[in-house]
C-alpha cells in the first residue's frame, strides 16, 4: 500500500509552548567569610498554561554538585531553599526536573534542565537552569469515516526499544507523552491492524523518519527527540472497485521554538503485500489451511470470564510452532515478564513457543493455572489468554499478545490481541 508522504511541520499549536514561565530563587551567600559568596538561582521552562506540571515550577527539586561530581547541595523543591545558604568559592552544575522520574509512557510532560555556575569571592553569580521537555506528545486521530469503516484497530508504535505505543479502539486515550531516550529515535515504525465492519482485515507497516532536521531547541539532531509533538491522522482508502483496502496516513511534527518546515519521510516497509493483508499475513505464505481465531480486543474488567480470552488455532497441515510475544504499556508488567524469564525460563517478551513447552505448563501451575500445550504435528489447539486475565487486572494499561502461528509445510498467520485494564 502507497502511504502519503506529507510529513510537514505547522504553526505551533495551542499544547506546545511560546513563552516562558520563571521562578527566582535568591540564594543570599554571606560574603564575610572567606570561600564564600552569593549567587542567585533562577528556574524556567517554557509555559503550558492548561498543565499544572508546569505552571508549579516550585516544586521542582534542585541539585548542586561540585566539579567531581559530589553532590553538596540537594532540595526537595526549590520552595523550600532557605533564604541563606553558605557554599565555597568553585566550580557546579546544578539541575533541576519535573518532581519524579521521568518514564517510558506518561501523561504529562517532564522537564529537566542542567547548568554550570561559578562562585567567585564577593560576587553575586546568576545561574538560568531552563528545564526542557524531555518526552513527546504523541497524539492519534482517526476520521469519521475511520470510524465508520472500522470495527476494531491497533495502532502500534516502535522506536526501537524494547517498549512499543499502542492504541486501539479500546483504549480512552489518544494522546501520551513519550520518552524516546537520551539520544532520540532514529527512525519510527508504525504497524496498523484492523477488522472493518464486513470482516476483512487490513494490514500495514510503515517507516517514518527525518531527512531534515531543524530540532526543538535548536539543537541540530536528526532523532526524533524530546519537545516534539508528532500527530498521525488515519483514513481508508478504497480500491477500484469501492472496496477498503487500504489505509493513508497523514502526519505532522511539530517542534518548539522554530516555525521552519521539517521534511518527515513516510515509507513502506517490507513485510505486507501491496493494499493491506486479510489476516495479517505475511506475502508468499500459504496460510490458507491455518485458522486463528482470536477473540476482539476488549478492556478488562474485575470478574471478567477467562473463556472470553480462548484463542482456537486449527491447522490442517498439523501445527509446527506457535509464538506469543507480550508487550504493555504497563513498566510493572514488563517487569513481571522479565522475572518469568529469569525465575522460568519463559520467555515472552521476545517470544515464547507454546509447543512442547513444559516449562509454561509448570509455570503456569505456579501461578495456579491449568494449562496444556499442543504436540507438533496436532491439528488444533486451543490458547488460553483468559488464564492471564486474573494477572493484568492489577496492571492499568494496554497489554498486548501477538501470536505467530506456523505449520508443518511452512504456511503462517499472525494475529493480535489487546487487552486494556483502566
Known amino acids: 500500500m502507497k502511504f502519503l508522504n506529507k510529513f510537514k511541520i505547522g504553526v505551533l499549536c495551542t499544547v506546545l509552548f511560546t513563552s516562558c514561565v520563571t521562578e527566582t530563587i535568591d540564594i543570599d551567600r554571606s560574603a564575610q567569610g572567606e570561600g564564600t559568596a552569593v549567587f542567585n538561582v533562577r528556574v524556567k521552562t517554557p509555559e503550558k498554561t492548561e498543565t499544572r506540571a508546569v505552571s508549579q515550577v516550585t516544586d521542582f527539586p534542585l541539585d548542586v554538585y561540585d566539579a567531581e561530581g559530589k553532590q553538596v547541595l540537594s532540595y526537595n523543591a526549590i520552595s523550600e531553599i532557605p533564604e541563606q545558604v553558605v557554599m565555597a568559592v568553585g566550580n557546579y552544575v546544578v539541575q533541576s526536573h519535573t518532581p519524579g522520574i521521568i518514564q517510558k509512557r506518561m501523561s504529562d510532560p517532564y522537564y529537566s534542565g542542567t547548568e554550570t555556575m561559578e562562585i567567585l569571592k ?13 518526552n513527546s506528545l504523541i497524539t492519534v486521530n482517526y476520521s469519521q469515516e475511520f470510524r465508520d469503516v472500522f470495527q476494531s484497530w491497533e495502532i502500534t508504535i516502535s522506536d526501537g526499544s524494547e517498549t512499543v505505543l499502542s492504541f486501539t479502539n479500546t483504549e480512552f486515550t489518544n494522546a501520551v507523552y513519550w520518552y524516546f531516550g537520551e539520544e532520540g529515535a532514529k527512525e519510527l515504525t508504525v ?4 477488522m472493518t465492519a464486513d470482516g476483512s482485515r487490513i494490514t500495514s507497516r510503515s517507516l517514518l523518519t527525518k531527512d531534515q532536521a531543524d530540532e ?8 526524533f527527540g524530546g519537545g516534539d509533538a508528532l500527530t498521525l491522522n488515519f483514513s481508508p482508502t ?3 472497485d469501492g472496496k477498503i483496502n487500504a489505509i493513508s496516513i497523514n502526519a505532522n511534527v511539530t517542534f518548539t521554538e522554530t516555525n521552519e518546515e521539517v521534511t518527515v519521510i513516510v515509507v513502506d516497509k517490507p513485510g505486507f503485500e501491496e493494499g493491506g493483508n486479510q489476516g495479517g499475513d505475511e ?4 496460510d490458507s489451511k491455518i485458522l486463528l481465531n482470536l477473540p476482539q480486543n476488549m478492556v478488562l474488567a474485575p470478574g471478567t470470564d477467562p473463556s472470553l480470552g480462548n484463542t482456537y488455532i486449527k491447522c490442517e497441515n498439523g501445527i509446527k510452532s506457535i509464538v506469543v510475544k507480550m508487550s504493555s504499556t504497563s513498566e510493572d508488567m514488563l517487569s513481571s515478564l522479565a522475572d518469568l524469564e529469569d525465575g522460568y525460563h519463559v520467555d515472552f517478551v521476545n517470544g515464547a513457543e507454546v509447543v512442547g513447552n513444559t516449562q509454561m505448563v509448570n509455570l503456569f501451575t505456579e501461578l495456579g493455572q491449568t494449562l496444556t500445550v499442543p504436540a507438533q504435528g496436532d491439528k488444533e489447539y486451543t490458547f488460553p489468554i483468559g488464564n492471564f486475565f486474573s494477572l493484568l487486572q492489577v496492571l492499568p494499561g494496554a497489554h498486548t499478545f501477538d501470536l505467530v502461528i506456523t505449520d508443518m509445510k511452512g504456511g503462517k498467520k499472525e494475529g493480535s490481541l489487546t487487552l486494556t485494564v483502566n
Open 216 to 223: 526543538s531547541y535548536d539543537d541540530d539532531r536528526e532523532n
Open 238 to 240: 478504497e480500491s477500484t
Open 122 to 134: 564577593g560576587v553575586t553569580s546568576n545561574v538560568d537552569i531552563v528545564c526542557k521537555m524531555q
Open 283 to 286: 506475502p508468499g505464505n500459504d
Open 191 to 194: 504497524n496498523f491492524r484492523g
